[in-house]
């Protein structure tokens, strides 16, 4: 009975050993002989590098542009001073009024009813 277990055990181990050299074996193959599905030729990869060079410059400019606009807000001019305000001395003797006749605040209203 030994035996038969020993036997059993040799053939299991033969079996792994065997599995793992053909597993080996298939990968080494595999990796060997397909190509990369993303090799380019030398011309592809000229052009490519064009195009990413022509968007560096693009994005320069954007960039550049940006802080032009970033300057020309941050530089606002300064506000203009306030009109100067004068008393104006209006008379409004014989006209329509409304509340008391010496309020210290008078509100006229020119309009044209035409």
Same mark, same amino acid.
């Given at each position: 009975?030994? *035996?038969?277990? #020993?036997?059993?055990? #040799?053939?299991? #181990?033969?079996? #792994?050993?065997?599995?793992?050299?053909?597993?080996?074996?298939? &990968?080494?193959?595999?990796?060997?002989?397909?190509?990369?599905?993303?090799?380019?030729?030398?011309? @592809?990869?000229?052009?490519?590098?064009?195009?990413?060079?022509?968007?560096? @410059? &693009?994005?320069? &400019? %954007?960039? *550049?542009?940006? *802080? $032009? %606009?970033?300057?020309?807000?941050?530089?606002?001019?300064?506000?203009?001073?306030?009109?100067?305000?004068?008393?104006?001395?209006?008379?409004?003797?014989?006209?329509?009024?409304? &509340?008391?006749?010496?309020?210290? %605040?008078?509100?006229?209203?020119?309009? $044209?009813? *035409?």
């Amino acid at each position: 009975m030994k *035996q038969f277990i #020993r036997e059993k055990e #040799r053939k299991e #181990r033969l079996m #792994r050993t065997y599995s793992s050299s053909l597993v080996f074996v298939l &990968g080494l193959t595999l990796l060997f002989s397909v190509q990369p599905a993303f090799s380019q030729s030398t011309e @592809e990869y000229k052009d490519l590098q064009k195009e990413i060079d022509a968007l560096k @410059e &693009g994005q320069s &400019g %954007l960039k *550049q542009d940006m *802080q $032009d %606009l970033k300057k020309l807000l941050g530089a606002k001019p300064a506000a203009a001073p306030a009109a100067e305000i004068k008393k104006a001395i209006i008379t409004i003797e014989g006209a329509p009024i409304k &509340g008391d006749k010496n309020a210290k %605040l008078v509100w006229v209203e020119f309009s $044209d009813y *035409q």
